[in-house]
């Protein structure tokens, strides 16, 4: 059983920045797609930022040019380093995973594996 658990989430003021740290375990597919995808309350689920295992990286046009999706295949992580936090990506931050190579942002939301997600408040 593919198991996610999440790191990092916490309370930050606008303008600064937190990192999230997503470890995998349990899966033994050769190909493997992680990101992260968010929901704030009252709103619908957004795919925030994706990486293969090729290195593509896609990510929604809120965060582009503040956040970073890496991977590190060895430790069976993924991470997403955010910047400039605004009080708008206040949400509940789920890393989600999926076998084989897929590289669209929200295609995020419907990943098969999901992690129980990490909680990211930004004040204004």
């Known amino acids: 059983q593919v198991l996610l658990v999440e790191s990092g989430g916490g309370s930050v003021q606008a303008g600064g920045s937190l990192r999230l740290s997503c470890v995998a375990s349990?899966?033994?597919?050769?190909?493997?797609?992680m990101g992260w995808f968010r929901q704030a309350p009252g709103k619908e689920r957004e795919g925030v930022a994706v990486?293969?295992?090729?290195?593509?990286?896609a990510y929604a046009d809120s965060v582009k040019g503040r956040f970073t999706v890496s991977k590190d295949s060895a430790k069976n992580s993924v991470y997403l380093e955010m910047t400039s936090l605004k009080p708008e990506d206040t949400a509940m931050y789920y890393c989600?995973?999926?076998?084989?190579?897929?590289?669209?942002?929200?295609?995020?939301?419907?990943?098969?594996?999901r992690g129980q997600g990490t909680q990211v408040t930004v004040s204004s």
């Open positions: 989600a995973a999926q076998p084989g190579a897929m590289c669209r942002a929200q295609g995020t939301v419907d990943f098969e594996y």
């Open positions: 990486i293969d295992d090729y290195g593509c990286t």
């Open positions: 349990g899966y033994r597919y050769t190909y493997f797609s």
